[in-house]
């Protein structure tokens, strides 16, 4: 990269050496992610001449003048330790070498737009060397990606009319309807926990919102000037309108109403802050979720999504906020200590796991996913039996309407992973391999071993002391 820009071979490499040596003194003094899914770690609440006070080198007040903020006076320094660390960079690094640290960063971070010498550069370090990723994905795509990425509820308004009728979001809104009274009728049931945390429990599932589909309002972008000849410039122009966005939310009232993800995204979220489940268009469509099939396998796959992502408010993670989305530990001691019994449980099976080679799951980061995958299926497998209660099921395509709902779970799984993948996410990634996503929930859940007439031995069946369950 540092080539690219004009540097000589030699001076390219001992540039490299200092970046190095820069990322890994900040890289050391980073919280690891399994210490930032705990919500203390990460809640430093200070004045200005506090943050000033842990980083003497850094003029925060011309930093905060330039982006708008020249009053600002109460911020969350997420990691203590790592501003200790810029400070000690700020010192004892020559200017020279903070520029090369800043200079390669910015390339770094803006290659994927430059000309085809940054982008194959960016590629062959990110995507083929990172990922195993054989050539990047055509143009068309990567372009749909950043228009989605920077314009997403512009793109999203066309998005919904073309693709998500109204009534796939009626049937979801009822779907998720019957998965949140599953979780209300598990919480009445749950044997181990008191009858003060479930009061607490159900009032957050009461509170809790469901945003489906697409914002009731979208994002206004005229504010971004979109230069058909400049595309560099637009992806710059649109950072600083998310950056504008952002702070300008300071000071004013929380908007309950916005999306974290743009209506073709497939995929979907919980956010603990908000209490709020948020699934895009783009995941309540074909393959995933077809109006047209059975309820089976739609609510083995969507119905588990949502499963899951309502499981997500009460993951080791979540159970930390209360309804209103504030960082409040509302459980009695001897619950507490149960609910975690019970997740030591799902760590202890998935932490058996192999990833790829040598590398087992790091079941302490994957955590809060695994028991929202094993909590939203069972969540699913209630609501649908619910949802079919009055109707006399039939097998169809030669499965049972049990094999069939266990069929569309794992097909919402479908996927493959390169080795080179597969190494990167078992540290970075909070989610399991796909194949434990799927695998990993099901010896948890007997009437999978029913459905497919599995005898107790078999590599798919826990014996019934074994089998793990939180909610
Ligand atoms: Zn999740």
């Not at 506090?50 to 903020?69: C, H, K, M, N, V």
């Not at 971004?224 to 966005?245: P, Y």
């Not at 909070?430 to 031995?457: I, M, T, W």
Request: net charge neutral; hydrophobic share 40%.
């Amino acid at each position: 990269m540092l080539t690219l820009l004009g540097e000589t071979e030699a001076a390219a490499k001992a540039g490299a050496a200092v970046v190095m040596r820069i990322e890994t003194a900040l890289a050391k003094a980073s919280l690891t992610r399994v210490d930032k899914r705990d919500p203390y770690k990460i809640y430093h609440r200070m004045r200005r001449a506090e943050l000033q006070g842990l980083t003497p080198s850094f003029r925060w007040d011309d930093y905060l003048r330039a982006i708008g903020q020249p009053a600002l006076d109460d911020v969350n320094v997420t990691e203590p330790e790592f501003y200790k660390q810029v400070e000690a960079t700020l010192r004892g690094e020559s200017l020279d070498d903070l520029r090369t640290y800043l200079r390669w960063h910015l390339v770094d971070s803006r290659a994927a737009y430059l000309s085809s010498a940054f982008v194959d550069e960016d590629f062959a370090f990110h995507r083929a060397y990172l990922r195993g990723v054989k050539e990047p994905s055509p143009r068309w795509k990567r372009c749909v990606g950043w228009v989605d990425r920077d314009l997403g509820e512009a793109l999203g308004q066309v998005f919904v009319r073309k693709a998500f009728p109204p009534e796939v979001k009626a049937s979801t809104v009822q779907m998720v309807q019957l998965v949140e009274s599953a979780m209300g009728q598990r919480i009445r049931d749950l044997p181990w926990m008191g009858a003060a945390t479930k009061e607490q429990a159900l009032a957050k599932l009461q509170a809790m919102a469901n945003k489906i589909g697409y914002p009731e309002k979208w994002r206004d972008y005229s504010a971004v000037d979109v230069r058909r000849r400049d595309f560099l410039g637009d992806v710059l122009r649109s950072v600083q309108f998310e950056s504008r966005r952002q702070l300008g939310k300071i000071g004013k009232p929380v908007d309950r109403t916005e999306w974290g993800m743009t209506p073709p995204t497939v995929n979907a979220y919980y956010n603990p802050l908000m209490n709020d489940m948020n699934f895009p268009a783009g995941v309540l469509l074909p393959p995933l979720y077809d109006p047209r099939l059975d309820a089976a396998p739609s609510y083995g796959d969507t119905g588990s999504t949502i499963g899951h992502e309502l499981t997500h408010g009460f993951d080791d993670e979540g159970r930390q906020f209360d309804a209103k989305g504030n960082l409040r530990d509302w459980w009695t001691p001897q619950d507490a200590a149960e609910f975690e019994r019970r997740t030591a449980c799902v760590a202890d099976q998935y932490g058996r796991y192999t990833v790829v080679d040598d590398i087992k799951v790091n079941s302490k980061l994957t955590l809060g996913e695994d028991v929202a995958d094993l909590g939203g299926t069972l969540l699913a497998l209630q609501a649908w039996r619910a949802a079919t209660a009055a109707q006399r099921l039939a097998p169809r395509d030669g499965l049972t309407p049990d094999q069939r709902f266990f069929v569309g779970f794992a097909q919402w799984a479908c996927g493959d992973e390169r080795p080179e993948s597969k190494r990167l996410n078992a540290v970075t990634n909070p989610h399991s391999p796909l194949e434990y996503r799927v695998n990993g929930v099901v010896v948890n859940v007997p009437d999978f071993a029913a459905a497919f007439s599995c005898k107790q031995g078999q590599p798919m069946v826990k014996a019934p002391d074994e089998v793990c369950r939180v909610w």
